[in-house]
């Protein structure tokens, strides 16, 4: 499909007004790899400061694959329960015609329910931004049926870019070998709609709900100082609008590499496979994950490519000397896959 020719009216309707397509966020496959995406309770669970840049490219032969980057810095406050951050994320799809950003301040508090068990609350704030790349279109309006020829077309937007006001919030329990959470996103259901219409069409974007929980354990026979083994089996739920999501899989590390697979269920099909490497070494951590499609789009004539993704953080928390000083052990400790 060239640049150039969409069908407008169905496109506008579909991205531009999720009160009527039900637009949807997008989801990173390695979710523990963007954890401020997920839930802002995550912010500063590392024990200083941290940087994450995220990449996605999803269905790449696909005309109008999807592009998606985020990125997060994190510090939590020395001696204190209260952590800092922000986070941002930019989408791109229909090959750059319609674009939105995210970004967002995030703020968690620790709170100790026991000698075991932590909550954690976290809030966001921030903006939410839609584009429409109007001279990019072609309307079936200007196009004559027997030559081709265009002209201008009659179909007006209210405006190519809308910016608004995004909060967000989310709770996150842990203990030492269990955690589980819950988050609420576009709280205020921001106004994203680039097209005049109704106001009764439109409610904003839908809210955003996920639910994540999952455990780390020790595998105490394989494991040693220099190269510990461990096992980490999770679970996320999202939801938004009609669109719901799980993903159920486990995540196995030794030593410096870890591998990870999970299944991904859309619940109205079965949606695909997700497999994961990550490579570890002091405070650098690298990912990478391919998606292998299952449902019935994997006939798509031509085929839709690969969707991957890229991670990067670099967690100083997890420098050597800063984890003997701390005598901490971050593969027994139900959070590590997300540091």
């Known amino acids: 499909m060239p640049r150039s020719f969409v069908l407008p009216l169905l496109l506008l309707l579909l991205c531009c007004c999720p009160g009527a397509g039900g637009a949807q966020d997008a989801v990173f496959s390695q979710f523990y790899a963007s954890p401020l995406q997920l839930n802002p309770a995550f912010t500063g669970v590392s024990a200083a400061p941290r940087i994450t840049l995220n990449y996605r490219s999803q269905h790449t032969s696909y005309p109008s694959a999807y592009t998606t980057f985020a990125a997060s810095f994190e510090q939590p406050v020395n001696n204190s329960p209260s952590s800092f951050g922000f986070r941002m994320l930019t989408d791109s799809q229909l090959e750059g015609l319609y674009k939105n950003s995210q970004f967002a301040i995030v703020y968690a508090y620790d709170v100790r ?23 990019g279109l072609v309307f079936g309006d200007i196009i004559d049926p027997l030559t081709g020829a265009g002209g201008v077309t009659e179909e007006q937007l209210a405006g190519i870019s809308k910016t608004s006001a995004d909060l967000g919030a989310g709770v996150l329990f842990y203990a030492k070998n269990l955690y589980g959470g819950f988050s609420i996103e576009h709280l205020n259901r921001p106004d994203e709609g680039l097209l005049a219409l109704d106001n009764n069409l439109y409610a904003g974007r839908p809210q955003r709900f996920s639910l994540h929980t999952g455990a780390q354990f020790d595998l105490k026979r394989y494991s040693n100082p220099r190269r510990p083994a461990y096992v980490t089996p999770n679970l996320l739920f999202t939801s938004q609008a009609s669109f719901q999501q799980l993903n159920l899989g486990a ?50 004539p031509g085929g839709l490519g690969a969707t991957f993704e890229l991670s990067f953080a670099i967690d100083f928390g997890n420098s050597a000397e800063l984890q003997r000083r701390r005598h901490a052990d971050r593969y027994n400790d139900c959070l590590g896959m997300f540091r």
């Open 251 to 300: 995540y196995f590390g030794y030593g410096l590499f870890s591998v990870g697979g999970w299944y991904r269920h859309a619940f109205g099909n079965p949606d695909g496979f997700i497999a994961a490497v990550t490579f570890r070494e002091d405070i650098l951590r690298i990912g990478l994950s391919y998606d292998s499609v299952i449902s019935g789009l994997r006939n798509v």
């Open 113 to 135: 329910v026991s000698k075991e068990l932590h909550a954690r609350i976290g809030l966001s704030g921030g903006l939410l931004s839609s584009s429409i790349d109007f001279g």
